[in-house]
């Protein structure tokens, strides 16, 4: 029998993976580089390469103009329609548009001006802060008649639904949660959610930026509001790639899009003077995509539909529990402790170890002058080391060889040898 907690152990898990051959559509040039931010940015898809080339040389650089009538035009909506598969929604609700943070505030001032009247909105300390910003902006645009409550998470890890339950009045507009959290991972139960929001006549927008991709997440079924993403995490659409947005078919006509651009507008060519909203989920749009970002997306997308969301969450759940036996056997008693949920159901894919010299350590992790691997996770303060399990590309042999520098880099101290001084980007 082969040893639980060895190579040759992550070597036969490897081949018995039923997604490995998509590993090799991906541009990985240096085989000791082992990627584990995948839940910041995704890895390139090969095809992408072609799409973009595609895309520059002939859409661009022979079609010029022309190219808006044979497919830019379209391309937000037709993509909008991909993502919404891979969200469960109806292809009439989702559309890619600006990003994520933008999506937000149009869809919460939609929410709240839908709410006129209601003046609470609900949110949690574990949401990413830009959602927060956002959220505190529309507070002051509203000329502060609205209060935004934060859910405290006792652990910094997760959500307790009872207190989330108690924060709901008769006043709350708007509940505004991270679908999967940033820093801990911890996975919100959306139909819960949806139904204590619903029961108290509240509206619920999600960002999915963290779940998107990574698991199954069925919006018809929640019967969710509204909800945000990014598509550069899991869904590999590239530095900057656009967000998109979801609202509910019998909401799109009644909630407003504060940012009015000829894009959302009924016949954009007919440049009339005054706006007329254009019916459906296009209305959400604003101004110009950026249309080489979006086309760089497509295949990105249907690499996600072929593999299949259901098997995407298998893999990634049998990778993560698989990454915490390791860190259980040789990382626990080096100070390191579970930052994500224990349990997988309750989390998404990537997982957090906090340990007090966490900064330190990531940066080891990287020095490509320890150890044989360059080990890429990210930092998130004060003392989260994170780790992105993206089962398109994460092999579980990677995975045992983080573990495997982690433990070197404490045994020997290692980390000893750098500065706490944070870098611009972590
Ligand atoms: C959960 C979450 N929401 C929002 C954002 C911000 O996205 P954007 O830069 O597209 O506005 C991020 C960025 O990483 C994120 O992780």
């Given at each position: 029998m082969t040893e639980p907690y060895s190579l040759s152990k992550a070597r036969l898990l490897d081949t018995q993976d039923s997604l490995k051959a998509f590993r090799e559509r991906f541009v990985?040039?240096?085989?000791?580089?082992?990627?584990?931010?995948?839940?910041?940015?995704?890895?390139?898809?090969?095809?992408t390469?072609?799409?973009?080339?595609?895309?520059?040389?002939?859409?661009?650089?022979?079609?010029?103009i022309r190219s808006w009538n044979e497919g830019w035009y379209q391309q937000s909506m037709r993509l909008g329609k991909k993502i919404a598969q891979i969200i469960g929604a109806r292809p009439d609700e989702v559309i890619l548009s600006d990003s994520t943070s933008v999506n937000?505030?149009?869809?919460?001032?939609?929410?709240?001006?839908?709410?006129?009247?209601?003046?609470?909105?609900?949110?949690?300390?574990?949401?990413f802060p830009s959602d927060l910003y956002v959220l505190q902006g529309l507070v002051k645009q509203f000329e502060d008649k609205h209060t935004l409550r934060l859910l405290k998470s006792s652990d910094g890890i997760s959500a307790d639904m009872t207190e989330l339950l108690r924060m709901f009045s008769s006043q709350t507009a708007l509940v505004s949660l991270s679908h999967v959290t940033f820093k801990s991972s911890y996975l919100y139960d959306m139909e819960k959610v949806s139904e204590l929001a619903h029961m108290h006549k509240a509206l619920v927008l999600w960002d999915l930026s963290h779940s998107v991709g990574a698991l199954p997440v069925s919006l018809k079924k929640a019967n969710a509001d509204l909800a945000v993403g990014c598509t550069y995490k899991y869904l590999n659409g590239g530095p900057g790639s656009p967000a998109f947005l979801y609202v509910r078919k019998d909401l799109q006509e009644k909630m407003v899009n504060p940012i009015q651009g000829w894009f959302g507008e009924k016949n954009p060519f007919e440049f009339k003077l005054n706006y007329r909203s254009s019916p459906g989920i296009?209305?959400?749009?604003?101004?110009?995509p950026p249309v080489l970002s979006v086309s760089g997306l497509e295949p990105a997308l249907d690499m996600v539909l072929e593999a299949g969301i259901s098997a995407i969450r298998k893999k990634s759940i049998a990778q993560t529990d698989y990454l915490i036996q390791l860190a259980e056997k040789y990382l626990y008693g080096a100070g390191?402790?579970?930052?994500s949920p224990e349990f997988n159901e309750k989390r998404g894919s990537h997982i957090t170890f906090k340990h007090a010299e966490g900064y330190r350590i990531s940066k080891a992790l990287i020095d490509p002058e320890v150890g044989k691997k360059v080990v890429v996770p990210d930092f998130r303060e004060p003392n989260n080391i994170r780790f992105g399990i993206t089962p398109l590309y994460t092999s579980y042999e990677e995975i045992f060889h983080a573990v495997e520098k982690l433990r070197m880099i404490m045994d020997q101290k290692i980390y000893e040898r750098y500065t706490t001084t944070r870098g611009k980007v972590t």
């Open positions: 990985i040039k240096d085989s000791s580089l082992i990627y584990m931010d995948g839940n910041s940015l995704g890895r390139l898809p090969s095809d390469v072609k799409y973009l080339d595609k895309a520059i040389r002939e859409q661009w650089g022979e079609r010029l937000l505030y149009k869809l919460a001032y939609g929410a709240l001006k839908l709410q006129e009247g209601r003046h609470e909105i609900i949110s949690d300390d574990m949401n296009r209305k959400y749009l604003t101004g110009t390191f402790r579970l930052g």
